[in-house]
């Protein structure tokens, strides 16, 4: 048995069907154009994702998620177990670069159109993962329990809470009870290792069938234009050129992880004052600073109930994005992608602004 | 099939019923797992505490106390009586600290301020401070809910 390898790849084959995978594949055409830089963001994504992953199941055999021992089980990680610290570090920079490259992956969708029909199912499974991956960031924050994620966490549950009629409620159902206590410790941590995982797998599968399936987009000019887009197959061509990216945002990644390690302070205690300087996970300093500058009061209600409904509202026009967006090549789309702008300009400033 | 005077066919009749049976044999199944991520959740009438352990405080200063799972907070007047809050910031749910020098609360997460009445004087929070009322009974100090007889 010389050729065995093939022999029992055949046989796998015979019995899984798989080749039809691999022929699919290697026809797949990915488009050359302008605009292909962004077709990477995609992958660059699911490679910090498979770092979680990866990183998450090793934090998980030192982790406990209790009101006594999770501070604790966090700081023998930094200090006892064997290269612990560059592991929960590489997990925190990881979760960094994954929500930054899950921003630029959607405003230059937005900016590309490449929601357009038939591709608007795609963007909005997208648009959830995005919330996935933020209560991924969210919940994940409160695990080291010290007292800035405790302060974080009491301030982004309690926000909610002005939402009129259901709100009093949502928060009740984060935290656990009326207060966040170990209750809410053990709630995100199933939240963050295991609801979480599911729906975020389920998601992934659907958006990446749909990228299969519709395969890429192509310019909007070109594609009124009627024109033909050079492409290259997928395989080997555009995945050898993805696994280079990907060597490159690696080698950041670790270097980072290893000269930046994420801090912990002492053992959050629910009775003392909150400390200075509470802010979130900087993905969510522009929420934060739009909150911020909201009076108490815009004539007779709550300011802050005025800016979450319209983050609400915001996160509504997001998700139906492709069914506004329905002519794109006319006034409207052209509003819709400057507004596309305004976000990124937005979210910039209030972000630098935020800490200042 | 349809009979002359009825307002549906049979088939409609029974997919009604069927679909009505599932709506509610679902619900009997989904009722007990929303109550059961629902802790119940219940904040003390009053907590009683050992006077001995407040009596000796300076006026003016601060001293707290664990009211159910929030922070409470006795604070000792200049006068000799005492006042006493729940001692979480009315804006977001930080907890405040009492800043004795310049008799105020203060609230980190958003630079909130109130006096040492516990009134908001500046920042986001939108209320007063929360206040509860205070019984010596010695040797008990009790605390109890403003709307608690
Ligand atoms: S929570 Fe106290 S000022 Fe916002």
């Known amino acids: 048995m010389k050729n065995w390898p093939k022999a029992l790849s055949t046989w796998l084959d015979d019995r899984f069907g798989l080749s039809a995978i691999t022929q699919f594949l290697k026809e797949k055409p990915v488009p050359q154009h302008k ?42 990680i930094m200090t006892e177990v064997p290269l612990g610290w560059i592991i929960r570090s590489v997990h925190s920079w990881s979760s960094t670069f994954m929500i930054a490259f899950v921003f630029i992956h959607l405003i230059s969708i937005w900016l590309t159109k490449s929601y357009r029909k038939p591709r608007e199912i795609t ?114 061509n555009f995945v050898y050129r993805e696994m280079v990216v990907w060597l490159v945002l690696v080698g950041i990644l670790f270097s980072m992880a290893i000269v930046f390690p994420p801090s912990l302070d002492k053992q959050a205690d629910l009775m003392a004052a909150a400390p200075e300087g509470v802010k979130p ?19 007779f ?29 006319e006034w409207k789309g052209k509003i819709i992608t400057a507004l596309g702008y305004v976000l990124v300009v937005y979210v910039l400033i209030f972000s630098v602004w935020s800490p200042l | 099939m349809k009979l002359k005077h009825s307002l549906f066919t049979r088939r409609q009749f029974l997919n009604g019923l069927f679909g009505g049976w599932t709506t509610a044999l679902l619900a009997t199944f989904i009722y007990p797992v929303v109550k059961f991520i629902f802790p119940p959740y219940r904040e003390p009438d009053e907590v009683i505490l050992l006077f001995s352990d407040f009596e000796g405080m300076a006026p003016g200063s601060v ?80 605390i109890k809910r403003e709307d608690v007889e």
């Open chain 1, 35 to 76: 605009h292909s830089i962004w077709l990477y963001t995609g992958s660059a994504i699911l490679l910090f994702f498979v770092i979680q992953v990866v990183t998450g199941f090793m934090l998980i055999l030192y982790y406990k998620p209790t009101l006594d021992a999770a501070n604790a089980s966090v700081a023998r």
């Open chain 1, 123 to 236: 963007w909005m499974s997208g648009v959830f993962l995005l919330a996935c991956s933020l209560v991924f960031g969210f919940t994940g924050y409160l695990l080291p329990w010290d007292d800035l994620s405790l302060s974080a966490t009491k301030v982004g549950t309690d926000i909610p809470r002005s939402i009129p009629v259901v709100g009093a409620w949502v928060t009740t159902l984060l935290r656990g009870g009326g207060d966040v206590t170990g209750d809410t410790l053990t709630r995100f941590f199933g939240i963050h290792v295991c609801i979480l995982p599911i729906f975020i797998f389920l998601l992934l599968a659907i958006h990446v069938y749909l990228i299969q399936k519709k395969g890429m987009s192509i310019p909007l000019d070109a594609e009124t234009r009627n024109e033909d887009v050079p492409t290259i197959p997928f395989w080997p």
């Open chain 1, 281 to 299: 996970e900087w993905y969510f300093l522009f929420l934060f600073q739009t909150l911020k500058i909201f009076p108490a009061k815009i004539l």
């Open chain 1, 301 to 329: 209600v709550n300011g802050d109930t005025v800016a979450v409904l319209l983050m609400l509202m915001a996160g509504l026009f997001i998700f139906f994005l492709p069914v506004i967006d329905n002519k794109p090549t």
């Open chain 2, 63 to 142: 001293k707290s106390f664990p009211w159910g799972s929030k922070p409470g907070i006795l604070k000792k007047n200049d006068d000799g009586t005492y006042l006493a809050f729940v001692g979480v910031c009315t804006h977001l749910d930080c907890n405040v600290a009492y800043l004795p020098e310049q008799k105020k609360f203060f609230c980190a997460c958003h630079d909130g301020w109130y006096d040492e009445y516990g009134t908001n004087t500046g920042g986001p929070p939108p209320h007063p401070l929360r206040r509860l009322v205070v019984e010596i009974a010695a040797p008990d100090l009790i």
